[in-house]
T-cell receptor, first 111, second 114 residues
């Protein structure tokens, strides 16, 4: 399976702290995307990083990609209670036109 | 902008019944997708349509059929529902294939088969 694996499965932090979640995958990719899912809702796209990029920022989000280790990390700085959600990485693999989603990390940010 | 709209939001079926999940997008996207989400399994692709007039199987197509009615609409049909099809179903669309662009998701259909 090409499915990515997020780590940790669950993360609990206090408001103001940083949250880091990781994603590993098995085969070469064209790009890697991160999505957020609030409870009972659909997924929302956060950021896309291409295979030739190493780091990307969007507001309080920072994504890194290490293709040699086949891994990516998502850092959320200065977390807020509203960041409580599940976060999924999705990989776009060479030769395929669809995304493969991981199982997600559940993030709980307590006030 | 409505984005991706799915109907219904909730449905309970008896084993053996059939139903069609509807999906429409108003972003003029070429590609549309159906996923199912089960606890601990992430999202798994059922079928997709890279462009109007084409459909392809995803990871878990058994027990499902799809129709790309036009560029806006992509429906998912369960011909004879089984308890194993109890899940949350998401429709998504993207401008080009998901390998190149972000996907936009609907709010989901929570289906229970008893």
């Amino acid at each position: 399976s090409q499915q990515g694996e997020e780590d940790p499965q669950a993360l609990s932090i206090q408001e103001g702290e940083n949250a880091t979640m990781n994603c590993s995958y098995k085969t070469s990719i064209n790009n890697l995307q991160w999505y957020r899912q609030n409870s009972g809702r659909g997924l929302v796209h956060l950021i896309l990083i291409r295979s030739n990029e190493r780091e990307k920022h969007s507001g309080r989000l920072r994504v890194t990609l290490d293709t040699s280790k086949k891994s990516s990390s998502l850092l959320i700085t200065a977390s807020r209670a509203a960041d409580t959600a599940s976060y999924f990485c999705a990989t776009a693999h060479s030769g395929y036109s669809t995304l493969t989603f991981g199982k997600g990390t559940m993030l709980l940010v307590s006030p | 902008n409505a984005g991706v709209t799915q109907t219904p939001k909730f449905q309970v079926l008896k084993t053996g019944q059939s139903m069609t999940l509807q999906c429409a997008q108003d972003m003029n996207h070429n590609s549309m997708y159906w996923y199912r989400q089960d606890p601990g399994m992430g999202l798994r692709l059922i079928y997709y349509s890279a462009s109007e007039g084409t459909t392809d199987k995803g990871e878990v197509p058994n027990g499902y059929n799809v129709s790309r009615l036009n560029k806006r609409e992509f429906s998912l049909r369960l011909e004879s529902a089984a308890p194993s099809q109890t899940s949350v179903y998401f429709c998504a669309s993207s401008e080009v294939d998901q390998g190149a662009s972000e996907a936009f998701f609907g709010q989901g259909t929570r289906l229970t088969v008893v």
